[in-house]
């Protein structure tokens, strides 16, 4: 078994290479709740996603020097407006970041100086493991289809997710970035809720683009994946109304 990364990306509590050896009457069972969301407000995305993802959540950049673009499910801290107690949709339509639906596997190093990436799982997931029933991951010591497609889609994650680190690398090197804020004044309130924490596109900058630079993002498919951006911030307002209406009460004056 190989030693799990000193710090697990969100959701994992452990990682394992899945092995024919270890494993080959091992079973995956699908499962209609997560509850590993319910108190989960940001979550990673990828560039392909944002057209989708910005119909439904507000999409920003982490802050620091390294940001990544995040979805926002709740805008406060182990607040999520899309699943209940028990981690099931509340709506059927929303679209799921790809980063939930690639839990509890993940493509990844088993040494540091390891070239190729090995099809690992989260071993403390309980709907993987000696079950009586579900999609068996191995067959006559082969991968089963249902493990093949599983392989698939992370190679397909971590395609998309090189795309994404250019992207940013663009976005980075364009200036654009500044620190967030977002201040909602809900009727009949004394201090407005400001949410600050975050990074987001500069849209004064991004206007006064001309020239080389703007047909550049323009012919790279950057400057639509920026208004996505832009376009979803309009939603902040929303999951706050989502927030209130279900209880999970904001608090003023709070970066996340």
Request: hydrophobic residues 40%.
């Amino acid at each position: 078994m190989a030693s799990a990364p000193q710090q697990l990306p969100l959701f994992y509590n452990g990682l394992e290479p899945l092995s024919s050896q270890l494993h080959g009457d091992f079973r995956a069972k699908p499962q209609d709740k997560a509850p590993f969301l319910v108190n989960q407000h940001a979550i990673p995305i990828t560039v392909d996603e944002f057209a989708l993802a910005q119909r439904f959540m507000p999409i920003v950049f982490s802050s620091g020097d390294e940001p990544i673009p995040l979805a926002l499910m709740g805008l406060n801290e182990g607040v999520n407006v899309f699943v209940d107690n028990e981690g099931a949709l509340l709506d059927n339509t929303l679209y799921v970041p790809a980063y939930i639906r690639r839990y509890p596997y993940m493509l990844a190093r088993l040494t540091p100086d390891a070239q190729e990436l090995s099809l690992c799982f989260d071993p403390t997931y309980d709907a993987i493991g000696k079950l009586d029933d579900g999609e068996a991951l191995f067959a006559d010591g082969q991968p089963t289809e249902f493990t093949k497609n599983v392989l698939q889609f992370n190679e397909m994650f971590e395609q998309a997710g090189a795309r994404t680190q250019s992207f940013m690398n663009e976005l980075k090197e364009s200036g654009l970035l500044m620190d967030g804020e977002v201040t909602i004044q809900p009727q009949g309130a004394d201090k407005p809720f400001i949410y600050r924490g975050f990074q987001m596109v500069d849209e004064n900058k991004l206007a006064d683009l001309r020239g080389d630079t703007l047909r550049k993002m323009s012919q790279s498919g950057m400057l639509p994946l920026l208004y996505a951006h832009l376009f979803s911030l309009a939603l902040m307002r929303e999951i706050f109304e989502r927030q209130v209406t279900q209880g999970k009460m904001p608090v003023p004056e709070l970066s996340f």
